[in-house]
């Protein structure tokens, strides 16, 4: 779903779903599947870095953040190609793991992207302030959706659930945590 099918979600469009031109830039950024990681970092968690050598079960990452690390081998975590950045499904990720879900959801909501969806679940992160997300124009873009013709909202779980309970009363069930 390109910028032109978003325009049904009206102002809302920028904070569900990357635009066309974020989307090309991701697929023509250079990357290097082989070098490019995740290392721990005590301030950040993770950080993304460029392994420089390997030896003897170490590593030496040069950061992002310009400090260059030796870490275990173990605690080096390949990163996704960028296309794969703020990915609206994490189980998409070609490598899932802590590093690249925490990296997803930070750059998502970095971009007031709220909404990520983990496989089944919903995952939303409280962005403390009041985002145009929550309209009629988005309720009724979400309404009779497909889970894959829209990006990642409560609306779209809330929309799928009632549909749900209207044609099959027995088996409902909803976890909200």
């Given at each position: ?94 490598f899932l793991h802590e590093p690249a879900v ?76």
């Amino acid at each position: 779903m390109g910028d032109a099918a978003m325009a049904e979600f009206g102002a809302a469009a920028p904070y569900l779903r990357k635009s066309d031109r974020e989307r090309l830039e991701a697929q023509t950024r250079s990357f290097d599947i082989r070098t490019e990681c995740f290392v721990p970092d005590p301030q950040e968690e993770y950080v993304r870095g460029k392994v420089q050598s390997r030896e003897g079960g170490k590593a030496i990452v040069q950061t992002e953040n310009g400090k260059t690390v030796t870490v275990k081998e173990e605690d080096v975590h390949q990163q996704n190609p960028p296309k794969f950045d703020k990915i609206e499904d994490m189980a998409m990720l070609t490598f899932l793991h802590e590093p690249a879900v925490l990296y997803n959801l930070k750059e998502r909501y970095a971009a007031w992207m709220i909404y990520t969806y983990s496989g089944l679940f919903c995952v939303t992160v409280n962005p403390y302030k009041w985002l145009p997300v929550y309209n009629a124009e988005v309720v009724a873009a979400y309404r009779g959706k497909k889970r894959t013709e829209a990006p990642p909202h409560i609306f779209f779980i809330s929309d799928n659930a009632y549909q749900s309970m209207l044609t099959d009363r027995e088996n409902q069930s909803v976890l909200i945590t």
